[in-house]
């Protein structure tokens, strides 16, 4: 009897652990998706590459992808895999922006939220090798209300300084606590953000280089102020800053 009861009982174990990591091999099954597959050479050889932009949602129909990477299927035969980090509807544009006759992959990534950032990736695969080319750092800027409901920056890598009338905006900023009557409670800061945009741009010479934006927001995310808009070339390795200008938002 005793005989009969283990057998009945490890057969019903067995049954119910098959059973288990039957669902759990189901659940663990994340489905993929292609977001764009393009046709380019991007190791130099002469030869198209198929590179595809995938990721995994982070649930069905879900717009926000937890895993974003790019498959490459090399012209050598060969597949390479970059991962990116989460976020939204990821693009890729091919330049040759380090300007050694082989386009480069140029990845946005918005994250999402009230700010509109995104994060960027460059990469090259030249002679099928994967380099991370790295994109330029947002520009470095110091910023401070001032008194009067008045605002300066300073962008530490060209020297140029800006100041801004924001007394449109007197009502709100005392609402808010940042003025007394226009006398400025404490010292604060602007909200420079990182970059918005990054985009490529043709320079007079017929080299590419980047173009970015960086927003400048006031007391919150949506009190803008200004964007400031930066140009960049890729030259001895590195990127350099070739102009910087702030415009103004047009007051809501």
Same mark, same amino acid.
């Given at each position: 009897?005793?005989?009969?009861?283990?057998?009945?009982?490890?057969?019903?174990?067995?049954?119910?652990?098959?059973?288990?990591?039957?669902?759990?091999?189901?659940?663990?099954?994340?489905?993929?998706?292609?977001?764009?597959?393009?046709?380019?050479?991007?190791?130099?050889?002469?030869?198209?590459?198929?590179?595809?932009?995938?990721?995994?949602?982070?649930?069905?129909?879900?717009?926000?992808?937890?895993?974003?990477?790019?498959?490459?299927?090399?012209?050598?035969?060969?597949?390479?895999?970059?991962?990116?980090?989460?976020?939204?509807?990821?693009?890729?544009?091919?330049?040759?922006?380090?300007?050694?006759?082989?386009?480069?992959?140029?990845?946005?990534?918005?994250?999402?939220?009230?700010?509109?950032?995104?994060?960027?990736?460059?990469?090259?695969?030249?002679?099928?090798?994967?380099?991370?080319?790295?994109?330029?750092?947002?520009?470095?800027?110091?910023?401070?209300?001032?008194?009067?409901?008045?605002?300066?920056?300073?962008?530490? +890598?060209?020297?140029?300084?800006?100041?801004?009338? #924001?007394?449109?905006? %007197?009502?709100?900023?005392? $609402?808010? !606590? @940042?003025?007394?009557?226009?006398?400025?409670?404490?010292?604060? +800061?602007?909200?420079?953000?990182?970059?918005?945009? #990054?985009?490529?741009? %043709?320079?007079?010479?017929? $080299?590419? !280089? @980047?173009?970015?934006?960086?927003?400048?927001?006031?007391?919150?995310?949506?009190?803008?102020?200004?964007?400031?808009?930066?140009?960049?070339?890729?030259?001895?390795?590195?990127?350099?800053?070739?102009?910087?200008?702030?415009?103004?938002?047009?007051?809501?």
């Amino acid at each position: 009897m005793k005989r009969e009861l283990l057998i009945t009982f490890s057969a019903f174990f067995f049954m119910s652990l098959t059973a288990f990591t039957g669902v759990y091999a189901g659940e663990s099954k994340e489905k993929t998706v292609t977001v764009s597959e393009n046709k380019v050479d991007i190791t130099g050889d002469g030869k198209k590459d198929l590179v595809y932009v995938k990721g995994v949602p982070f649930e069905e129909g879900a717009q926000y992808l937890k895993h974003i990477y790019l498959k490459i299927k090399a012209s050598d035969g060969e597949i390479y895999k970059i991962e990116l980090e989460a976020g939204y509807d990821p693009a890729i544009i091919f330049r040759d922006l380090n300007h050694d006759s082989v386009k480069d992959m140029l990845i946005s990534v918005p994250t999402g939220g009230s700010g509109g950032l995104s994060n960027f990736y460059l990469y090259s695969l030249k002679d099928f090798q994967v380099t991370d080319l790295t994109v330029p750092e947002p520009l470095a800027v110091s910023s401070q209300f001032e008194d009067g409901y008045k605002a300066s920056i300073s962008i530490q +890598e060209t020297g140029q300084s800006y100041s801004f009338d #924001l007394s449109n905006r %007197k009502e709100e900023y005392e $609402r808010l !606590g @940042l003025y007394q009557d226009g006398k400025l409670n404490e010292p604060t +800061e602007l909200m420079v953000l990182p970059f918005g945009t #990054l985009k490529p741009i %043709k320079f007079k010479n017929d $080299r590419y !280089g @980047l173009k970015g934006s960086q927003r400048i927001n006031g007391a919150y995310n949506a009190d803008g102020i200004a964007n400031l808009e930066s140009t960049w070339l890729y030259e001895n390795g590195k990127w350099q800053v070739i102009s910087a200008e702030v415009k103004e938002l047009e007051a809501q």
